[in-house]
């Protein structure tokens, strides 16, 4: 659904909230105190971004006892290369992003 | 924390009905989920197994809850591959809520095992997965990618 598109991409515009999925896809179901440490952000802003990262489902929150804790669900990014990237096209293009992020770690190592 | 799990989350334009029909019945599953079956009674304390298109058992377990139409347990382990056999059983929950129009799912997967290799496979097929299980409920046809079981598995 178009709506869904737009809540996925206006989550994504800033950099903050991708760096918060980044640290999810390292360590998935992490607490918002978990999420903050080392962050160069305060708890109110990183409410913030969860909260948008939630409402586009980007981020699922699962209640642990009193603990809330924060897992990536992939399915809107995937829903959104499923629509514009064919399925005969990711082969390809899997091979491609291999070779790249291969030859920079050859470059930048 | 000493446990491996992922989360998918994914709305459909379906009824609570349909998507659990989708996900139990075999002309459905066909379809979308690698050419695969499902057996069981389907009743808790059921054995439960998925076959490849060749009949051979990819992953067993049995059925912890089942209330049709809302919501599904299920004790999973692989069969196909002895290292991820050798993890032992993980625990399988699909939630079924309707929300409006469309009916939300939840697809959760834990293994309560650190680094499961089993998670990390389940992983990138559920979502491919669960995206045509989507289309097939809403346009009537799954993704061309997921009606066969994948070369050399």
Known sequence: ?109 | MAESQFMYVTYIRTTPEKLWRALTEPEFTRQFWMGTTQESEWTPGASWRIMKPDGRTADSGEVLEIEPRKRLVLKWRNELFPEMTAEGYSRMTYEIEEKGETVKLTVTHIMEKSGSKFIKAVSTGWPMILASLKSLLETGESLASTRHWPEGM
Not at chain 1, 21 to 41: F, P
Not at chain 1, 89 to 99: D, I, M, Q
């Open chain 1, 1 to 109: 659904m178009a709506g869904d598109f737009d809540k996925t991409f206006k989550a994504l515009v800033a950099p903050e909230p991708r760096l918060l999925l980044d640290r999810l896809h390292a360590e998935n179901g992490q607490s918002l105190g978990q999420l903050c440490e080392g962050m160069e952000m305060t708890r109110q802003a990183v409410t913030r971004h969860l909260k948008l990262l939630e409402e586009a489902t980007l981020v699922v929150p699962i209640w642990r006892g009193r603990e809330k804790l924060h897992y990536l669900n992939p399915m809107p990014i995937h829903e959104i290369a499923e629509r514009w990237i064919g399925k005969y096209e990711r082969g390809r293009l899997r091979v491609l992003a291999e070779l790249k992020t291969k030859l920079e770690g050859e470059t930048n190592g």
